[in-house]
């Protein structure tokens, strides 16, 4: 049981909406995404898709200058 007490607890962790952004530039292995921001922690999680909707897991490890989670404003 205590094999599906951790399956259930890994389920109830999973969040329950998808936040959406898009990618604005790419440089070396640097890639620029707009969106909200706030959603995007420092070592968190990004999945980028790619051409033909292949999946690209990616992380977060800055911010630029200037931005402090307001989001696209273009």
């Not at 094999?3 to 530039?25: I, N």
């Not at 620029?32 to 959603?39: N, Q, Y």
């Amino acid at each position: 049981m205590s094999a599906m007490r951790g399956l259930l607890q890994s389920v109830q962790a999973t969040p329950d909406h998808e936040v959406f952004g898009r990618v604005v530039g790419v440089r070396g292995l640097l890639v620029e995404v707009a969106g909200p921001l706030g959603a995007m922690a420092i070592g968190g999680r990004v999945v980028i898709e790619g051409a033909g909707g292949r999946p690209t897991p990616c992380e977060a490890v800055g911010r630029a200058r200037g931005r402090q989670g307001q989001g696209d404003r273009r």
